[in-house]
């Protein structure tokens, strides 16, 4: 592995992905998992030039037994972003009158009405629909009709804002042992159905879950979720030609298990139209799997439609899609691919390097439950550093904990105390300007309240240390210069492409031709890249460009998708 260029470059602005014939799960700086954590059946909500991911909190169920028990859920919360890429999680209270029961509460889903308030969406404890608004997709949250169910059986509720402005909520009506997914239309009020529902798709006993609804070109399409979470777990969809509530025909399944890489129940997805993208937002079992049980991850790949407006069949990936708008955190990650030394680690899977990997779908786990537990970064060098970012493995829990830094690994001092820590956040973020070499984190459970039936190993996906000061980005723009580094492109017919150039390099940038950085690639001096990322590139033309160390061009070409 080739240590990613920092300087100039600076990451590119875009978390550099390593350039490989296909990406592997455990492979550095992957683009999914999107999330650190254990989340599933996402809502995307784009709100002005924010992301906003509500979704059930998983990790919370039984870690004993053939599968998932279904009994423990954890609190909601909304994980939010700029950039696609630099989330933040934070918990948020709930609504008023409604406090947290039964540890089941799942598949919130969120749109903003006509009057400017939020309306959340809710299932709890079965087939029961409740409502929340807000005036902020942050909250707080407020309890409408004083709790009462917006209507009887409806189970992962997903709303719908149509083009002229008219609301609706499809959702799956379980009626004995059979399944049907259907479409309301809302009055007014957001919070009482309008006339009957208007079936989209009846299943009979075929599991049928999790839909939701967006329009293209005037198709209106319902995805949803059938199969088991053993591993059949999938997406199909239905569309209707004749209106939101017209006829729907059966289309084909468009996204399931790729088990060769590791990828395995894919479902309960959202869909997200930016300009005339369409991204599916989905989630998948983590790997390693533990006994089936509610250990789910959020994903992202690219969806594409065929010349007669059917869904084409989407290949989930563990590179993802990147970054949808211009990046947030330009800062560097120093501690990229840098050394950590533990504790202890419960096995090979869950290492100490799996804290620097930056890779979502990786994390370190202690041992054993004992404590205090701690890990140890070294930089490689002395750095100005300006904050710590600390992607623990369970967000909506306490973790308290001491950082200590060092520039030669014997003299220690304080950089942040967090003994008695409260924040339910992710990444918790410490900030402070020093000069560093070495950093220790030391985790402490004696002052911090976790939940009972969670495992109490302590666990973390990711730290990264930003470098003071490092604020240098690219150009918007191409940049130009020499192309004499022969820099080839060939686009292969599995998607990938294959990259072939001689001289110097340490990245290689895919632009737009607006000037968007779309893709960063970390790459040696001279040689041949195959990368598997290409399918989540819209259809169109864009530019490759090569990079020396120093930042300066060294070849370019041009790649047609």
Known sequence: MHRPYIGILLLLTLPVILCS???????????????????????????????YIYSTTDGYDPLSGTGASFTHFGPFGVWYSSDFVNWQFRTFSYPAGFPYQDDRLWAPSVTKGANGLYYMYY???????????????????SNVKNGAQVGPNMFDTDVFRDTDGTYYVDYQIHSGSDYTIVVSKLDTSMDTLSGSPTTIYASGTSLAEGPSLFKRNGIYYCTFSQGSLAGSYNVKYAYSTTGILGTYTLGSEILQSASGSNIIATGGNTVLKLDTNYYIVYHRMRYPQINNALFRQICADRMTFNANGTIAA??????????????SVADSNVARGKTVTVSSAMDTNFSAKRVTDENNGTLWKAATTAFPQWLVINLGQ??????????????????????????????????????????????????????????RITIDSSSCKRD?????TVGIFEVKVRKNGATATLPAGARTGTTGYGLTVQHLPDGRFVFTWKGPAVA??????????????????????????????????????????????????????
């Not at 989407?314 to 990046?327: D, E, K, R, S, Y």
């Open 382 to 439: 002395s750095y100005p550093i300006s904050r710590v970012e600390t992607f623990f493995e369970y967000p909506t829990e306490y973790y308290c904990y001491q950082i200590q830094y060092s520039t030669d690994s014997l003299t220690w001092y304080l950089y942040a105390d967090r003994t008695h820590n409260t924040a339910r956040v992710s990444p918790v973020i410490d900030s402070d300007a020093v000069t560093a070499r070495y950093l």
């Open 508 to 561: 290689l940038v895919i632009y737009n031709l607006q000037g968007r950085l779309m893709r960063s690639l970390s790459v040696s001096n001279g040689g041949r890249c195959a990368w598997d990322g290409a399918n989540a590139l819209g259809r169109g033309v864009y530019r490759a460009v090569l990079y020396d160390r120093a930042g300066a061009e060294t070849g370019s070409a041009t790649v047609v998708r």
């Open 123 to 141: 299932i709890r404890s079965g087939n029961y629909c409740y409502l929340a608004t807000a005036p902020s997709p942050l909250g707080p949250w």
């Open 314 to 327: 989407i290949t989930p990936t563990n590179t993802g899609i990147g970054a949808l708008a211009a990046v």
């Open 452 to 456: 009972t039936t969670l495992d109490s």
């Open 21 to 51: 014939a296909y990406a592997g799960i455990w492979d550095a700086g992957n683009g999914n998992p999107l999330l650190p954590g254990y989340f599933a059946d996402p809502d995307i909500f784009q709100d002005g030039a924010t992301f």
